[in-house]
């Protein structure tokens, strides 16, 4: 379906995307995009490389299981967001 479109009906479906979401809001949309990317490829290493261990994970002691890596960051806030283990790391390098 989506190969059969011409470059008219681009520009047209453009055009409209353009007067829904304003010149202004844009970029701040594809920003933040990019960097849900970036995170969810990160991500998709960091599942990749813990997997491909095996039974890594039942090696260790009860007494060294660490939390889940997750991301903080308040709603709405593409700047801020970062591992939550990281934030002292910053902090003290700052």
Do not use: C, H
């Not at 095996?54 to 903080?72: C, H, L, M």
């Amino acid at each position: 379906m989506l190969t059969n479109l011409k470059p008219l009906e681009i520009v047209l479906i453009l055009a409209v995307i353009l007067l829904l979401f304003g010149a202004k809001k844009l970029p701040d949309m594809a920003r933040s995009l990019g960097k849900s990317a970036r995170i969810l490829k990160s991500e998709a290493k960091q599942m990749k490389k813990d997997g491909g261990d095996g039974g890594e994970a039942e090696a260790q002691p009860e007494g060294s299981q660490t939390a889940p890596r997750t991301i903080q960051a308040a709603p709405g806030d593409v700047g801020s967001s970062r591992p939550v283990g990281e934030t002292g790391k910053q902090d003290k390098q700052s």
